[in-house]
């Protein structure tokens, strides 16, 4: 539940304290370009970076998708939250104190999440009390230290079946939140009545944490060795279901905490379980993350990639079985974007076991020594018997397919060479039958191709840009010279309110005006150069409606003399007169 209204003046010192850049880091991949930061946008899938950072300005916006906004837009946008909430996040980050406003009972922030915060401290505690010493001795055994148990929330879930319902109920977490979160079931007894059940019980907890780890958006139980029912086991594993703030095949778990190390070390290891991520993070290996008890998806690549590196690494059982699972994950691989590479264990170890025999350091070679998925792929096409007919068609044929959805002309010369070596075809057949299906360019700001439009554009952004400008434009009475309407309407809410927010006014803006605009607001004029331009632009801007205006009084002046009207002939004459005046007086001005 949301507390009350936040005062603007409040509002304003915050996003005036925040860094954009720094929050926008926390997501997104951004390197350098002039005066700005680019990276790869995270509100949809492209390649080439289209997603542009102005911190000096205040805004984000992406040339490919249209997104645009201020650091509470995008804290809104990727973590889902109402404007107030985003505000309280931010304001939070960057230490400004906001006035609480939330009434007694209420929590702030998503229910489901806060319903999700309330179990998470329900496991924890539970793991440390009595109830949970079956849990600790597991955890001892697997070596995972008490540093590591805090550091991932460990917790335990108890085995009466009901604990976490009385909880919740204790806490005031409404029951519906708990079932939509998938902390409870519902199951129906014999008489026909409903009963009210934790989803986890008797198993050791894994919180799933949100990328940023503010929010607990799902879990994962692990049973208890010893503890399973050899008539009907319970599923070794299980994870919560599907949910407004938990979608399995877009998450990954230990991303929030191994953030830092992957920034740190340029790439990130995929291994299959929790406990493979929690053994190899203490033996120093921090950069890594597994799926959530699925294969590998190519949204969770696209995650990857987006947010902290494309070196990925995944790794792979070094047996047959093994080898097959690499090939397979190279089209997800490819699909998101990425070639991917690939470390192979030893047979019968996974990297918990691997690391807690040979140690963190012969874990790090093998990251180093990865290879391209790529080779493990062609090696699978081929198959053993390299000279068969049937079987080296098909392979080129799945190549083709493959190559279709390669974008990058490099990539693409780089697989048609290794797949015709590995598979001994002909290069000139894969390329024609792989060639890449035509597609959109990738998306820019073009120039605009209305020279009238583009000094419009121009006025706007500098409006934005500097309120000085938009208080001269005010003085020079130019609007109706506008043109285009939405640039206008633009211009008017400027110089109609000094407090207008000028991420609004850009949103207002069509897609491709929005684009233009911020184009030229991101443009590096310099303050030398400013007067200079806008100058040209209102100059510019009055000469067309200057022009307007004497085709319209030729035209009356033409009309009334052709009807014989001699007093409105004159009077025609008498404004093209004074209008050509004033248009000579300020080209002397100038």
């Known amino acids: 539940m949301m507390g009350g209204r936040i005062r603007d003046e409040a509002i304003r010192e915050v996003r005036e304290r925040a860094n954009l850049l720094e929050v926008v880091s926390d997501t997104v991949a951004l390197r350098r370009r002039g005066r700005s930061a680019v ?9 080439t970076p289209s997603f542009t950072v102005s911190e000096e300005r205040g805004f984000f916006h992406c040339f490919g998708c249209g997104e645009h906004g201020d650091v509470f837009t995008f804290v809104m946008k990727i973590d889902g939250l ?29 229910p489901l999440a806060a319903a999700n915060a309330v179990a998470a401290t329900f496991f924890r505690c539970a793991l440390a009390e009595a109830i949970g010493s079956g849990a600790r001795a597991y955890l001892a055994e697997r070596s995972v230290s008490v540093a590591s148990i805090e ?62 780890g503010r929010r607990t958006i799902a879990f994962g139980g692990r049973v208890l060795p010893g503890r399973q029912i050899a008539k009907d086991p319970p599923p070794k594993y299980l994870n919560s279901p599907e949910s407004p703030l938990f979608h399995k095949g877009q998450t990954l778990y230990g991303l929030s905490q191994a953030r830092d190390a992957i920034r740190r070390s340029g790439r990130v290891a995929v291994v299959e379980g929790y406990m493979d991520t929690i053994a190899l993070a203490e033996a120093g290996i921090g950069e890594v993350v597994a799926p959530l008890g699925t294969a590998l998806t190519a949204d969770q690549l696209r995650l990857l990639q987006k947010r902290f590196t494309d070196n990925v690494i995944a790794c792979f059982d070094g047996d047959v079985a093994g080898r097959r699972a690499a090939a397979r994950s190279f089209p997800v691989f490819l699909e998101a974007g990425l070639w991917g590479r690939g470390v192979f264990l030893p047979a019968g170890d996974d990297p918990d076991t691997f690391v807690r025999r040979e140690g963190g350091a012969a874990f790090a070679a093998l990251l180093a020594g990865a290879v391209p998925l790529v080779e493990a792929y062609l090696e699978d096409l081929a198959g053993p018997q390299r000279d068969a007919v049937g079987r080296t068609v098909e392979a080129a044929r799945a190549v083709a397919r493959i190559l279709k959805r390669v974008r990058n002309p490099l990539e693409f010369e780089v697989l048609v060479t290794l797949a015709a070596q590995r598979l001994g075809v002909d290069e000139r057949l894969l390329r024609t039958e792989g060639a890449p299906e035509v597609g959109p360019a990738p998306a820019t700001a073009p120039v605009s191709p209305d020279p009238r439009r583009s000094e419009e554009e121009l006025l706007v952004a500098l409006m934005l840009a500097d309120p000085a400008v938009t208080s001269r434009v005010r003085r020079e009475d130019i609007l109706e010279g506008f043109e285009t309407p939405a640039l206008r309407r633009a211009a008017e809410t400027l110089v109609a309110g000094a407090g207008a927010d000028a991420t609004v006014v850009v949103q207002e803006l069509p897609r491709e005006l929005r684009d233009h605009v911020v184009d030229r607001l991101l443009g590096e004029v310099e303050e030398g150069n400013r007067e200079r331009a806008l100058a040209d632009c209102i100059a510019k801007i009055r000469d067309r409606r200057s022009r307007r205006l004497r085709g319209r009084l030729r035209e009356e002046l033409r009309a009334a003399e052709s009807r014989g009207d001699e007093a409105a002939a004159e009077a025609a004459k008498r404004r093209l007169a004074d209008l050509l005046h004033a248009d000579h007086t300020q080209k002397a001005d100038r």
Do not use: N
Request: proline share 9%; glycine share 12%; net charge positive.
């Open 151 to 212: 550091r991932f929330g460990l917790g335990y879930a108890p085995g009466s079946g009901d604990a976490l319902v009385r909880h919740l109920r204790a806490e005031r977490v409404r029951i519906e939140d708990g079932l939509a979160a998938g902390l409870i079931v519902r199951r129906e007894r014999p008489d026909g009545t409903t009963a009210l059940l934790d989803r986890f019980r008797d198993r050791l907890v894994f919180p799933i944490l949100d990328p940023t």
């Open 39 to 47: 990276g790869l946008c995270p509100f949809h899938a492209e390649k």
């Open 82 to 110: 109402a404007f107030p909430e985003a505000v309280r996040r931010v304001a939070d980050r960057f230490g400004v104190a906001l006035p609480e406003e939330a009434a007694p009972g209420q929590r702030p922030g998503d």
